[in-house]
């Protein structure tokens, strides 16, 4: 895959993701530090997590601040523009969070398996690069981290996950199975996002 175009989308998968940041520091009436906080740590909490775990230091975004830019200007937008009463569509924000996602899932199994030969490994690496950052952001509100609720949300990150290191280990190249594992991720989430799906929860009877 053409390195400027995954690097393009990995950008606009940071802003998705900052934008869920602070549209949600908004509804808690958060000032601008705590938007930039939560925005902040939306976008690239899993990404710090996984680099920090892989010994893949410094982490991505002290050696390319561009990620911080565009968190930085996406923070400061978002917060201008929701302020007007024009409204998107309900799906557009989650639609784009769901390519962010499974680009963020692809490139964090691709770089744990340059790091290591673990497929498992690389499975935990990816989820917790796309859904690490929104857990993040879930505690410093006080909020039941989305992913542990009945939303198929980190289970597409998961298959996704799967795809891309089965692709690997049997012989396709780094492309085609980076592809195999973005597209199955993008999929699943954009399937649960269309017809409502959900996981079965779990609770006990009193």
Request: hydrophobic fraction near 55%.
């Amino acid at each position: 895959m053409d390195s400027m175009l995954l690097y393009s989308i990995d950008l606009f998968g940071t802003a998705v993701f900052a934008i869920s940041g602070v549209l949600l520091a908004g509804r808690l009436k958060m000032d601008p530090f705590g938007v930039a906080v939560l925005g902040s740590v939306t976008a690239i909490g899993g990404g710090t997590i996984r680099d920090m775990a892989l010994g893949a230091t410094p982490v991505f975004w002290i050696t390319d601040t561009n990620y911080l830019w565009t968190i930085l200007i996406t923070c400061l937008l978002t917060m201008l523009i929701v302020r007007r009463p024009k409204r998107l569509a309900w799906w557009i924000l989650p639609v784009c969070d769901a390519i962010g996602l499974a680009v963020f899932v692809g490139i964090g199994v691709e770089k744990t398996m340059a790091y290591q030969d673990s497929a498992l490994v690389a499975v935990i690496m990816g989820v917790i690069t796309g859904c690490g950052g929104g857990i993040i952001r879930d505690v410093l509100a006080r909020e039941v981290p989305m992913v542990l609720r009945s939303e198929v949300y980190a289970t597409a990150c998961i298959i996704g996950g799967v795809f891309h290191t089965t692709a690997l280990a049997m012989g396709h190249d780094s492309d085609t199975a980076f592809l195999a594992g973005v597209f199955s991720t993008l999929l699943i989430r954009l399937g649960a996002i269309r017809w409502h799906l959900s996981l079965p929860t779990f609770a006990l009877n009193r």
